[in-house]
């Protein structure tokens, strides 16, 4: 059984891989050079004046110390100044890269290399076969099906959703025959989605469709109905930062209105700020989780089998995560960090489930582990190292193999139902595009289903796994990629990435953008900071609240190991990272701004006092606690919130970015930080915020949105750099 609902670690994430790109067809392969970094000489930029940002009185004493906020209006993205303000910036940021004046040929290597066939790995439902695919440059995927051996057909196009490509299918699920599929929707990339019922034969629409349901998955208990999760929409001030506190699942029943749902679990009787729901496969339980925080849940339980029979708690703290995968009649399969901070699999009676009668099927090991199921086996996907090691489990625990893969990378998938007899995975790492395996689970044979054509040959790159010591001697992982022959000679770009939180693990993914890069003469690297949950819970525990610096002196680390190793120097490092990995890089570039040359912080959490105050980023505290919590957890906060911790000094050439949909990562956040560093940089290199217009905190975004921006960013970083990337002869 798969989940249904959205990982609460997820809620925050920030995308791991760099958008894909473009290319000029009168540049040749052969032409496309790197010119000297002490520098062909660039063309001189000129950078309009940054607008007056407002500053207005506004003070906040916390622990008997006074906060000055002036830039607080910024806040309100409703108010009229600051959406002129937004404008404003707009106009200088586009004037300063409309003169970089290889701007357009990196726009068309990007376009050119973004311009082939992407699948996603298929799944059956009912008598049909469903695919996703993009012919190339599509703004979005489109959702194909297939009878047998028959020609597929559209099922779902979302790019007739809406004009400009920018409503997006975030999520469906079907009954369990496949006769009906309930569908979310995204609009401009809101967390706030839409809900609409189709019937699969007849693509005919069913009932109404559903609205304001957020942060959800959807169940559906026969042909009847679903559950379904929301809050009440924010009813004054911003519909895009109000708070979404207390969650409410609920049950619709197909064929009556969404305002006579029937409430079943959450709201005010049980407030908690996430809850998700799921079925199991034969559709027996009710398996529902609910947390405040984005680490730890409770764990409830209903057997459906049974009339009017309760709701049972399971587990009664968040102290841990937890998770029913799957059932064979009463007996519960659950995969748990509780007493085993890398995660185990145990089983338990559903007529006494609680953890004291918990045995152990697959016991923690010193890798990381997160379970799928299909074909009734368990497929074991451990971390190791932050790269992937599979094995298969009967469901007595007993292990049947280890599953080869084609080398060191990335493998996700292996979701199937119970009758299946082949699943699929897909494979990537950072020079082996994403491609789709079948794999056979009585044989345990892989077979290629689809591979990527984009154009890259993964002979002339190579990655390779180094470990350095961070400032009090923790060893940490890190990835690095470049062209093969490249001199370390400490002049070659180099783009580190990172993220370090909530338990997320940054994997080897390929990215088509990171071929402008590479094939310049670049280094692309990925540091697996404290904070992630690469070597489970102590690692993920060792980066947040007041442990949060040993993230940022990870990162720090990771930078100096670079230089040190001839990789790169400060002239030619940038920085970056999205969401969490946006208060990284604005903490990092306050604390050492000397260290790197160019920024990139994205969707950026960066006022450390005040992210609780919209939507449901207080449920973040278990990472980061609040600055209402005590003296000392406030002046901790206070003494890295990037917005806060500008000091009057010389800044790497940064370019901000965020977007005016972004109701997870609220662009006050990115507004605020922009008008402070703009403020305080002494230096001559520019700061510019890059606001994204009908795009949210980054899922769901159009082809031509992630080109643009992925354009945008190489362009700036070139130019601060003093490199010319493609010239032609």
């Known amino acids: 059984m798969k989940s249904l609902y959205p990982s609460l670690a997820l809620l925050l994430l920030g995308g791991t891989a760099l958008a894909q790109s473009p290319a000029n067809p009168k540049l040749s392969p052969q032409s496309r050079t790197l010119l000297d970094k002490q520098g062909a000489p660039q063309n001189s930029i000129k950078l309009l004046p940054y607008p007056q940002t407002k500053k207005v009185d506004t003070v906040t004493t916390y622990f008997g110390t006074r906060v000055a906020d002036p830039f607080r209006w910024l806040e309100n993205d409703q108010a009229e100044d600051t959406k002129a303000w937004v404008k404003e910036q707009n106009k200088v940021t586009q004037h300063y890269l409309a003169q970089i004046p290889y701007r357009d040929a990196i726009r068309k290597r990007l376009e050119t290399l973004w311009n082939y066939e992407k699948y996603g790995a298929p799944f059956k439902e009912g008598k049909y076969t469903y695919f996703s695919k993009n012919t190339g440059l599509q703004s979005q995927s489109v959702l194909y099906r297939q009878l047998g051996e028959g020609t597929p057909e559209v099922f779902l196009d979302p790019n007739q959703f809406s004009k400009d490509g920018t409503t997006s299918l975030a999520g469906i699920n079907f009954t369990k025959d496949g006769s009906l599929a309930a569908y979310q929707i995204s609009e401009g990339g809101s967390d706030w989605r839409k809900v609409i019922v189709l019937k699969t034969d007849s693509k005919s629409i069913v009932g109404d469709t559903l609205k304001d349901v957020k942060f959800s998955g959807l169940a559906w208990k026969g042909n009847d109905g679903f559950y379904y999760s929301s809050y009440d929409k924010p009813k004054a001030g911003s519909q895009l930062a109000g708070k979404t506190q207390i969650h409410k699942l609920y049950y619709h029943k197909l064929g009556t209105p969404q305002s006579s749902d029937q409430l079943i679990f959450g709201g005010d009787k049980t407030p908690r700020r996430y809850i998700g729901a799921s079925l199991t496969e034969d559709e027996r339980f009710l398996v529902i989780s609910a947390a405040n925080t984005t680490t730890g849940n409770e764990l409830y339980l209903q057997d459906l089998s049974k009339p009017g029979s309760s709701i049972v708690q399971i587990v009664d703290n968040e102290k841990s995560n937890v998770d029913v995968i799957d059932n064979v009649g009463s007996k519960l399969y659950i995969s748990t960090n509780l007493n085993a901070p890398n995660n185990r699999v145990v089983t338990v009676d559903a007529a006494n489930p609680a953890p004291a009668n918990w045995k152990d099927l697959i016991p923690e090991t010193k890798n990381v582990l997160r379970v799928s199921t299909g074909g009734g086996k368990i497929f074991a996907n451990y971390l190791k190292d932050a790269t992937s090691l599979i094995e298969q489990y009967d469901m007595s625990g007993k292990k049947e193999r280890s599953i080869q893969l084609p080398s060191v990378g990335t493998a996700g998938g292996f979701g199937a139902k119970k009758e299946e007899k082949e699943t699929y995975y897909t494979f990537t790492s950072y020079v082996y595009p994403p491609t789709i395996f079948k794999y056979d689970i009585a044989t345990g044979k892989s077979t290629v289903y689809k591979k990527a054509g984009v154009q890259f040959d993964p002979t002339k790159y190579e990655s390779k796994q180094v470990f350095y010591n961070s400032k ?49 003469g670049g280094i692309y690297a990925v540091a697996n900071l404290r904070g992630g949950g690469e070597y489970g819970e102590k690692w993920h525990l060792a980066g947040t609240k007041l442990q949060k610096q040993n993230v940022f002196d990870d990162f720090i680390a990771a930078g100096e190991y670079l230089i040190k190793n001839n990789y790169t120097s400060k002239d030619y490092l940038a920085i970056s990272g999205g969401s969490n990995g946006g208060l990284l890089v604005g903490a990092v570039m306050a604390q050492r701004p000397e260290l790197f040359k160019v920024a990139f912080p994205a969707v950026g959490v960066m006022d450390m006092l005040r992210y609780n105050q919209f939507t449901a980023g207080a449920g973040w505290a278990y990472d980061y606690g609040t600055a209402q919590d005590s003296k000392e957890m406030f002046e901790y906060l206070y003494k890295y919130s990037p917005v806060h911790a500008l000091k009057p000094a010389s800044y790497p050439a940064t370019m901000v970015t965020t977007a005016d949909h972004d109701d997870r990562v609220v662009p006050a956040h990115s507004f605020k930080f922009a008008s402070r560093l703009q403020e305080v940089q002494k230096g001559p290199a520019p700061v510019l915020i890059r606001i994204e217009t009908n795009a949210g905190h980054g899922a769901g975004r159009s082809t031509a949105q992630v080109i643009s921006e992925q354009t945008d960013k190489w362009a700036f970083m070139f130019q601060n750099m003093g490199i010319t990337p493609y010239q032609s002869n």
Do not use: C, H, Q, W
């Open 472 to 520: 009090d001697g923790t060893r940490v992982p890190m990835i690095i990629t470049y062209k093969k022959g490249v001199a370390l000679n400490g002049k070659n770009p180099t783009l580190l990435y990172a993220y370090g939180g909530f338990n997320t693990s940054l994997t080897p993914a390929f990215s088509t953008s990171n071929i402008v890069l590479l094939e310049n």
